[in-house]
Structures are given as structure tokens and as C-alpha cells.
């Protein structure tokens, strides 16, 4: 038997939408050899086991697979630490070290764009050809679709397919990681069914990604 906290993050300022996340944040519940199955048997975009809260030591599993570094899952791991008390400055999953801040209701983590899944950015000419979107145009496996709803706003309407195994992610944060890092400006990103992101360019290749997190239930899981 396990805890997990099942959350929504990237929601928008009612606390609607945003993508599900399980967080165990004591690790050491699941066995490493169980928890791809677990991942799988949850069927979350992601979900994550923090090894070692106070360090920050996590790692991040889709349905499929083992993932070195997700936008959605850092922002919502991050959000629950400090909820829970045991608030850090960085996360440490495999892909290295990930800065964590807060900024009133937002939390942000930052990252190296090349440690996202290879997204393929696609730009659309219009947001409606965003909206009418039922899947990839093509074979693409993973791709990210936008366009601006208003550029000198630097406001994004997108929409997100990982055909690999989970098909389209209500909010995807190493995306827009990628895409704040591509255009080296600041964004606002409006994903799926009306999930909120902003995304931050660092420079050297790095960018921020922050937004709200709800938490919708603490369970038991029994594996």
C-alpha cells in the first residue's frame, strides 16, 4: 500500500483544467522494479516518485516509459514539496538539476530545452486550425501544434499528441519549454481544453515554465 496525491497542474485561475499528475512522494512505497507497471496501470501523462524529498531525487514515468525530464510533472512535484512542507529550490531528476521558484500562485521550474521528448513545434496560421484539431496532421508521433493568438501579447493557443502512448496532452510543459526557448521571448499558453502556462526564456538554451497546481485527491494504492 502506497499514498498518492493525484493533482491538476497548469489549471487556470478557477482551478479548472490542467493536466492530472500522481505524485508518491515517498518513493520508497513502490519497489524500482514496479513502477513502470504502476505508471501504466494509473494511466496519468506522468507520474512521478520522489526519492529523496529534502534533495529534491525524483523520477518520472509515463504509461510507456521512463522519461529524464517533463515540464508538467517538475511544476506539479515541486508545488506538492512546498505544499507539504519540505518546499526545495531544485529537483534532481535524471536529466540533471532543475531550478524550482514560485511567484505568488505560480510555481516555475527551468530547464535545458534539449532535455524535452524531440516535440516537433508546428506552427499554424490561425488559432481556429489549432481548435479543430482531432489529431496529428501526419504521422508525427510527437508534435506540438500553435499559433498566436496574439503575438505581440505573446499569447499561444496549442494542442499536443504523444502518439507513443498517452495521444493528446491536456498541457505539456517541456513544450513549452522548447517553444519559449525557439522564439526567445516570454509567453502565455493556452493548451488543450483551457490549461494555462507561461513560459520564460533564459537564454543558452534554457527556459522557464510555471503555472498553477491543484490537488484533487490523497488516496492509497494498492499494487
Known sequence: MAKLHVLRVFSDEAGAHGNPLGVFLDGAEVPAERRQ????????SETVFVDDA??????????????????????????LLAHEGTAVEVLRPPAGEVAVRR???????????????????????????VERLTG???DEQLVYYWAWEDEAAGAVRSR??????????????????MLAAALGRQLRIHQGQGSLLQA??????????????????VRSYEF
Open 37 to 44: 507497471a504502476v505508471a501504466t496501470d494509473l494511466g496519468f
Open 54 to 79: 529534502a534533495a529534491g531525487l525524483c523520477r518520472i514515468f509515463t504509461p510507456g516509459l521512463e522519461l529524464p525530464f517533463a515540464g508538467h510533472p517538475s511544476v506539479g512535484t515541486a508545488w
Open 103 to 129: 511567484e505568488g500562485e505560480l510555481t516555475f521550474v527551468a530547464a535545458r530545452a534539449e532535455w524535452s521528448p524531440p516535440w516537433e513545434l508546428v506552427e499554424l496560421a490561425e488559432p481556429a486550425e
Open 136 to 138: 496529428p496532421l501526419g
Open 160 to 177: 499536443c499528441y504523444s502518439m507513443e502512448d498517452i495521444g493528446e496532452d491536456e498541457a505539456t510543459g517541456s513544450a513549452a519549454i
Open 200 to 217: 520564460v526564456p533564459l537564454g543558452e538554451g534554457r527556459a522557464e515554465v510555471g503555472g498553477r497546481v491543484v490537488l484533487d485527491e
